[in-house]
């Protein structure tokens, strides 16, 4: 299937993204943010990762939650896409915005909000394979990756693995960190893992989610 242009689509940026999900439930987007906006949500992610904002990422939710760091070795800081702090915030979480009103109006999967972190996993840190859904819990419906390092290159590693059926043992796609990349996908059974990297790798992170 394949969508047209619409008076309701009001960024034709996500005509593409929006194709790729009804198609194959995945879609990976080079380029999606211009570099200046791209630049900046960098800069502010270094300055909270230097200025010890940032924690250890962990595994589970509540009561469940454990560091573990065999399993996930990134650092991450969360943030308020309904407070954005800087204008390149407000920027990129009003893009996400309209993707979540496009994949509502196509998909119908009632997605209704949007939680958000900066991620940076230092050199040779890692995520093994996941799903993003909690045990129990179907909230999480859609992922969203935007990757903020420049000049990134095959050899520096840090790929995210998507693997293309339910098992997670069989073809995949491996997506470069690039800055200004997008990668979306369908949470449910999208098997992923982030492969070390040689140098620090950042990124921002997000999941729309439906309804409890």
């Known amino acids: 299937m394949i969508l047209t242009p619409t008076?309701?689509?009001?960024d034709l940026r996500l005509i593409p993204i929006l194709d790729d999900l009804i198609n194959q439930g995945w879609s990976v987007q080079k380029n999606f943010l211009?570099?200046?906006?791209?630049?900046?949500?960098?800069?502010?992610?270094?300055?909270?990762w230097q200025g010890g904002e940032f924690r250890h990422?962990?595994?589970?939710?509540?009561?469940?939650?454990?560091?573990?760091p065999e399993v996930?070795?990134?650092?991450?800081?969360?943030?308020?896409?309904?407070?954005?702090?800087?204008?390149?915030q407000q920027q990129y979480f009003a893009i996400m915005e309209q993707l979540r009103q496009a994949v509502n109006?196509?998909?119908?999967?009632?997605?209704?909000?949007?939680?958000?972190f900066f991620a940076v996993y230092p050199p040779g840190t890692f995520y093994q394979k996941h799903l993003d859904r909690f045990r129990g819990s179907e909230e999480r419906t859609l992922t969203a990756v935007l990757y903020l390092n420049e000049d990134w290159?095959?050899?520096?590693?840090?790929?995210?693995?998507?693997?293309?059926?339910?098992a997670?043992?069989?073809?995949?796609?491996?997506?470069?960190?690039?800055?200004?990349?997008?990668?979306?996908?369908?949470t449910e059974g999208r098997w992923h893992e982030?492969?070390?990297?040689?140098?620090?790798r950042m990124s921002l992170t997000g999941f729309f989610r439906t309804r409890g």
């Not at 997670?168 to 369908?186: C, N, Q």
């Open 72 to 88: 996930r070795s990134d650092h991450v800081c969360w943030l308020d896409p309904t407070i954005p702090d800087t204008p390149q």
């Open 34 to 48: 211009d570099s200046a906006t791209a630049a900046m949500l960098r800069a502010e992610c270094l300055i909270r």
């Open 105 to 116: 109006r196509t998909l119908y999967l009632g997605l209704f909000q949007f939680e958000a």
């Open 194 to 200: 982030v492969l070390p990297a040689t140098r620090e």
């Open 57 to 68: 990422a962990g595994v589970g939710r509540g009561a469940e939650l454990r560091i573990r």
């Open 7 to 10: 008076a309701n689509d009001e």
């Open 153 to 166: 290159k095959e050899e520096d590693g840090g790929q995210l693995r998507l693997y293309l059926d339910e």
């Open 168 to 186: 997670g043992v069989g073809p995949h796609v491996d997506v470069l960190p690039e800055s200004g990349t997008l990668a979306v996908f369908i």
